[in-house]
């Protein structure tokens, strides 16, 4: 028999930094971070010689001098004298709108299309699977170029749109008609869309030198109360059903208190529409969006719209059979067991891929490059960079901005999916 | 006494009603159950009419000889009568070489033809490893393809013969010995960029010869050393032949003996051939590395985590066009002064390093989706980490993450188009622009693009294909 001796303490030895597993992780910590440091120094050191080669400094300046090119698409006014900074905003504010424009779309048509691809309608669903396959299979750059090429290159040019009083005696058509009862026109230039108009506009305030439309401001806040007091109500109606089992009726309360204030308000400023009329060489009036806007919209959205779709399909099938059969078996219809015990249910597992979705949507606008679109990469990565020829700084700030969108999204998103998770303890 | 009738013979069998059977039923069931399903089934007849109404007389009148988009309306005219419209893929038929290899000089076509084909005989070993049959099958096809590809594209005989002969070699060593393929593996990296760019044959075998050296140090060293220590000895004995011998040698054996192909310059690889050069280089590297950034993310060293969550979340915030864009202007300034890296290759570089973020974070997600008791049996069983790791840990974590892996592939494979933003000729906008320039081809769009697009298609329905089925395949729970 054998007793347990314990071991003799060992003293350290040199050689247990790499062989003995308790001091192992320490000399691989430290040489990791020196080699990570050596290698930043090594690029330190080139960049700094190479700048010095070119005679060139870090020097973010640039961004208030003279940009002196133009923006065709600017959310915020601009002129060529504006600053580099000013491009960038536009810029930037160019690419938040595509972004937040074909979110929007791709998530209709994403969770259309996902719910339909489940539908017990054969055809529909086959329909449904094809588009899927077909739209995720093929780069997002051939859809963006495909689109634009189209809207560019296959739409009648604005002539084609002339009514001459000889086409009239002789009832003859244009070659080419308006869309939607002649408020829309789609031509090889642009698209030509109603412009919303005030008679008594509440003005402009400056904040920080981007001029803030109050009617706009006073609407959004209008909206807003009203979805409020709407959610108000809703509690309330909710609380009597659970007092006395009878829920009471607000389907017209509902609407009057969504849609009255506003409708007041535009009413009261006098709101009409300027429709786009063929003048001259092209059309006027109205609001003109360029083709590469549409296009990128369009793209991202139906492209973008297939993962969600798949997202959504996914989070669904995840619930198991039991619990539709169970919401059946308490005597729930079809429409209520899907709002009421499959959706919350399926959100969970559907929200962290969709948010992942919009941030890739926000990271894809940058293929707007491929029509020209003015977006962020556009202006700063692009006309202002070869302007300049402030590489490092040009693609060093793009890279702050992208990393910052990219952390507020996915905050945003994270902060959505903790209200809709499953609570556990 | 009450008298009741009771049935005693039976009754014969009945067939069911005609619209709860065959196709009548079929229809009811998944096309008009409900007003709403009905009507969905008639907004979907219809649009689908719209659809093959359209595309039926365009395909169907598709014109394949001619030599402009003029001559191709003509022809649709002259068949089908004005006011016809036909597909036009003579366009296709014409600009095939351009949209497979860009401009790649039309005599050299035979070399990424050979390296293409040398692919699928590096793949056998990975796929089939030391089965002879599957082995020297897919050798085999991949040889007579080859040797057919050559034919339509009109390479010299001499080298028909000479490739035909490579892979007839290969295809007996399949059957002979289907292990000692693994060396076509190891040595296919080199032999591709050889072939592909061409040069001086010295430059790839000095390259080789730093392996070689490598491994015959640690080999000798490990014995006095150990295995840890020798391993770094050796691997900085290879890095500085690599940095500080291996030129000089190697310029002083090319003037001895010069053996060299043409030399292609990286501006000439377009079409589909930089594509593939991109994605497969991109895919085969990016796992790799994602999976080590995995593990390091995982791990409990501090540093190491950090460093790779820094790496990971950055290149995943960032949109590839950037990285790409800063492969373009950046990179010339962290590269030591007068550095004269390809763009190509800086290309390739900056894509590996954002493909392997994204793949670091489909594999987290494998191995936080392993239960922490196969952790625990591995540490109860003594394995060490890397025994762990590759032995109980990896299998199953990569096993859970192929249908990730391989999304991330495709997304990578249909990036190589965002190339052309910093000027490379990809297929889809490089090639297809040039082949819209083109007097004889202007006015042209649907064709080129559905072209492309379905050669696309084609491979990234085929790649998430082979996930699902790998995922079945590798199935082993009981459900």
Redesign the interface.
């Known amino acids: 028999m054998t007793l347990a001796i314990e071991p003799a303490k060992e003293n350290f030895r040199l050689g247990m930094l790499?062989?003995d597993?308790r001091y192992r992780?320490y000399t691989?910590?430290v040489i990791?971070?020196l080699l990570?440091l050596l290698f930043l120094l090594w690029?330190t050191n080139?960049?700094i010689?190479?700048?010095a080669?070119r005679g060139k400094d870090i020097n973010f300046d640039f961004l208030s001098s003279r940009a002196g090119y133009d923006i065709d698409q600017q959310l915020v006014p601009y002129t060529n004298d504006s600053t580099h900074f000013r491009a960038l905003l536009v810029g930037l504010l160019n690419t938040l709108a595509v972004a937040f424009c074909a979110s929007i779309i791709a998530t209709i048509l994403g969770v259309t299309v996902g719910i339909?691809r489940l539908?017990?309608?054969?055809?529909?669903a086959r329909?449904m699977t094809v588009y899927i396959?077909?739209f995720?299979?093929?780069?997002?750059?051939?859809w963006i170029?495909?689109t634009y090429?189209?809207f560019s290159?296959?739409r009648p040019v604005p002539k084609d749109f002339k009514v001459t009083p000889e086409m009239i005696e002789a009832g003859e058509q244009p070659k080419a008609l308006m869309n939607f009862w002649d408020t829309i026109a789609v031509t090889n230039r642009s698209s030509n869309i109603p412009a919303p108009l005030l008679d008594r506009p509440l003005g402009t305030v400056d904040f920080l030198t981007i001029p803030i439309n109050l009617s706009v401001l006073a609407s959004l806040i209008i909206i807003g109360a009203s979805i409020y007091v709407h959610r108000r109500l809703k509690l309330k109606a909710k609380a009597v059903q659970e007092a006395t089992g009878v829920r009471p009726t607000t389907w017209w309360k509902s609407l009057l208190i969504l849609l009255a204030p506003i409708a007041v308000f535009l009413t009261a400023s006098g709101l009409h529409f300027e429709y786009p009329v063929l003048k001259g060489f092209n059309f006027q009036g109205g609001i003109s969006i360029a083709h590469s806007f549409t296009a990128l919209v369009i793209a991202i959205s139906i492209y973008s719209a297939t993962y969600i779709a798949e997202a959504v399909r996914a989070g669904i099938l995840a619930i198991s059979r039991g619990q539709s059969e169970a919401a059946f078996a308490l005597g729930l219809r079809p429409g209520r067991t899907m709002n009421l015990v499959v959706l919350p249910q399926a959100l969970r597992v559907i929200v962290p891929p969709m948010i992942s979705q919009y941030l890739n949507i926000t990271?894809?606008t940058?293929?707007g490059?491929?029509i020209s679109y003015l977006d962020l990469?556009g202006t700063l990565?692009g006309i202002t960079?070869n302007q300049t020829g402030r590489?490092?700084e040009c693609?060093m700030l793009?890279?702050l901005i992208?990393?910052t969108l990219?952390?507020i999204i996915s905050s945003i998103g994270n902060a959505y999916n903790a209200s809709v998770k499953l609570k556990e303890r | 006494m009450s008298s009741s009738f009771v049935r005693t013979e039976m009754l014969p069998q009945q067939t069911p009603p005609v619209g709860e059977s065959g196709i009548i039923k079929w229809l009811r069931e998944n096309l008009f159950s409900g007003w709403f399903n009905s009507i969905l089934t008639l907004l979907a007849l219809g649009a689908l009419y719209n659809l093959i109404q359209i595309l039926l007389p365009w395909l169907s009148n598709s014109v394949w000889n001619a030599e402009s988009l003029r001559e191709c309306r003509d022809i649709v005219i002259a068949q089908s009568g004005e006011g016809a419209s036909g597909a036009c893929w003579a366009m296709v038929r014409v600009r095939w070489n351009q949209f497979l290899f860009g401009l790649y000089p039309v005599e050299e076509y035979w070399r990424p033809t050979t390296a293409f084909a040398l692919m699928f005989v590096a793949l056998a070993p990975v796929l089939y490893y030391g089965l002879k049959r599957p082995s020297a099958q897919l050798v085999g096809v991949v040889s007579v393809l080859m040797v057919l590809a050559l034919f339509g594209l009109g390479t010299d005989f001499g080298h028909i013969f000479l490739m035909g002969l490579v892979m007839a070699a290969l295809t007996a060593l399949a059957w002979v010995a289907p292990k000692k393929l693994v060396f076509v593996t190891l040595l296919f990296p080199l032999v591709a960029f050889y072939l592909l760019w061409g040069g001086s044959v010295w430059g790839p075998i000095g390259t080789l010869a730093g392996f070689v050296i490598l491994g015959a140090v640690w080999w000798v060293a490990q014995r006095k050393l150990g295995v840890v220590v020798a391993a770094g000895v050796a691997l900085v004995v290879a890095v500085l032949w690599w940095l500080g011998v291996q030129t000089s040698i190697t310029t002083a054996l090319h003037t001895a003996m010069p053996m060299e192909l043409p030399y292609v310059r990286s501006d000439d690889f377009g079409g589909f051939l930089l594509a593939f050069v991109i994605g497969i280089t991109a895919i085969t590297a990016s796992l790799p590395i994602g999976i080590l950034l995995a593990l390091g993310r995982q791990s409990n060293m501090p540093i190491v985590k950090s460093l790779s969550i820094g790496f990971i979340e950055f290149f995943r915030g960032v949109p590839l066009i950037t990285v790409l864009f800063s492969a373009n202007f950046m990179l010339l300034y962290f590269l030591p002064p007068r550095t004269n890296l390809d763009l190509i290759l800086r290309v390739i570089i900056v894509v590996i390093i954002f493909a392997s973020a994204y793949i670091a974070e489909v594999v987290r997600g494998g191995l936080a989706a392993l239960p922490r008791g196969q952790y625990e049996a591995a540490d109860a069983l003594g394995l060490d980490y890397w025994q762990a790791q590759g032995l109980i840990i990896m299998p199953q974590a990569l096993k859970i993450s192929i249908p990730g892996i391989v999304s991330s592939f495709i997304g990578l494979f249909k990036d190589t188009t965002l190339v052309a933003l910093v000027g490379l000729m990809d297929p889809l906008q490089g090639v297809t622009k040039i082949v819209r320039a083109d007097t004889a081809w202007k006015g042209i769009y649907w064709e080129p693009y559905i072209f492309v697009g379905a050669i696309f298609f084609f491979f990234c329905f085929s790649m998430s294909r082979y996930s699902m089925y790998l995922e079945r395949k590798l199935k082993t729970d009981h459900r």
Do not use: C
Not at chain 1, 136 to 142: E, H, I, S
């Open positions: 790499v062989y597993t992780s691989i910590q990791v971070l990570v690029l080139n960049t010689s190479n700048l080669d339909l539908s017990k309608n054969w055809l529909v329909l396959e077909i995720r299979n093929v780069p997002l750059l051939l170029i495909l090429t189209i290159e296959a990271k894809n940058t293929l490059a491929a990469k990565g960079l590489e490092l693609m793009m890279m992208f990393l990219s952390l």
